[in-house]
């Protein structure tokens, strides 16, 4: 992996960092590169959680890199690589948690970087902002994202006016889970990680599909989906050893031991 990314394991967890001074901005080259990390997560077994961080403590990401853009034709036409932009956007069959450790600014497509994660948490020096309406861009991924995720006057004035909004704000509407001082972020993240790395893979894995499909659907087509197990992570689950170890070690008041099958 290059050195604009960098991937650290620690048992079924995988934390990947994004280097790129001075604002860690993407260009075609490292969203290809993420895309290959995320997608080895992905297709990693032993692999449960992953955390997305960057280096340095004022910018968590600048979005895409406008002036790698405008310098190259290829910029601007070639293939993001796996998952498009950042690696996450569109990166298929994706069933496992990634957590968001965002320090610093998350500005235009490092904000939307950050909602493709299942989980943020922020320090309180971050801040976050869509600024295309001023370079006469779409935030294409935010437009569709966030009038979903908070009252659709606050998602559009962001769209519209492109202000700023601090960690507390963003806290308030629902869109980080935990604002945290700088120097305790990471420990927490790393908390919640290890939380998840010892629950169930496959319920984790059947919840993200189960919301992923849902989406397009009515309350009643989504639920029989579900019950008539029509998803693959359902259906996987239904029938797996987990699902009766859950059972047991709740009757013998232990903890479940997961296997992941």
């Keep these: 992996m290059a050195d604009t990314v960098v991937t650290r394991r620690e048992g079924a967890i995988l934390e990947v960092t994004l ?20 997608k080895g997560f992905r297709d990693d ?27 190259s034709e290829e910029e601007i036409t070639a293939y993001y690589g796996v998952g498009g932009f950042g690696g996450l956007q569109r990166l298929r069959d994706l069933n496992k948690p990634v957590i968001a450790c965002v320090n610093g600014m998350a500005v235009g497509g490092g904000f939307e970087l950050a909602l493709s994660c299942d989980l943020i948490y922020a320090s309180d020096r971050s801040s976050f902002a869509l600024p295309e309406i001023r370079a006469g861009q779409l935030a294409d991924a935010a437009t569709i994202k966030l009038p979903k995720r908070i009252p659709w006057h606050i998602a559009m004035e962001l769209l519209l006016i492109g202000r700023w909004m601090d960690a507390a704000e963003a806290h308030r509407w629902g869109l980080v889970n935990e604002v945290l001082p700088s120097e305790k972020l990471e420990q927490r993240v790393w908390e919640i990680a290890r939380l998840l790395a010892s629950g169930p893979p496959l319920v984790f894995a059947a919840i993200k599909e189960t919301v992923r499909v849902a989406e397009t659907l009515s309350f009643q087509d989504a639920i029989n989906r579900v019950t008539r197990r029509e998803l693959a992570t359902v259906d996987k689950l239904y029938g797996s050893e987990d699902r009766l170890e859950g059972a047991r070690a709740f009757s013998e008041k232990r903890d479940p031991v997961w296997k992941g099958r």
């Design 19 to 38: 280097d790129r001074p001075k604002a860690n901005a993407i260009d075609m080259n490292t969203s290809r590169l993420m895309g290959e990390a995320f």
């Design 45 to 71: 077994p032993e692999l449960r959680v992953a955390i997305l961080k960057t280096a340095g403590d004022k910018f968590f990401c600048a979005g895409w890199d406008l002036k790698a853009a405008a310098a």
